[in-house]
């Protein structure tokens, strides 16, 4: 077996890939899913922004803790928590809700 880090300065010829290979697979469709619906929730709930008893212990004031983290980079945050969702919604109804005829990729 070569060692993937030789097939840096050494790669394998490019070739045309089959349809067959470049079809979706329901585990992959499942974890990014559920990813995505995870650390959406996460960043539109606004824990990541929350001034706890760890930044005091840090002694980081409530005024440097908001200097820190200014209001547009916790909207930001929050709106890409929300295109997250979305794309969860989005890719965990694409198989059985509305592109009925999507064919997976078949394990052995």
Known sequence: MVSNI???????????????????CVPCQVMSTLFSLGFGS????????????????????????????????????RSAGGILLLFGLFRGTEGWLWNRGKIYKKYA
């Open 42 to 77: 996460y960043l539109v709930s606004g824990k990541p922004f929350e001034y706890c008893e760890k930044d005091q212990k840090k002694g980081i004031s409530l005024r440097e803790f908001n200097r820190l983290n200014p209001q547009w980079w916790r909207i930001t945050l």
């Open 6 to 24: 030789l097939s840096v300065f050494n790669p394998a010829p490019s070739r045309d890939l089959d349809e067959s290979e470049t079809r979706d």
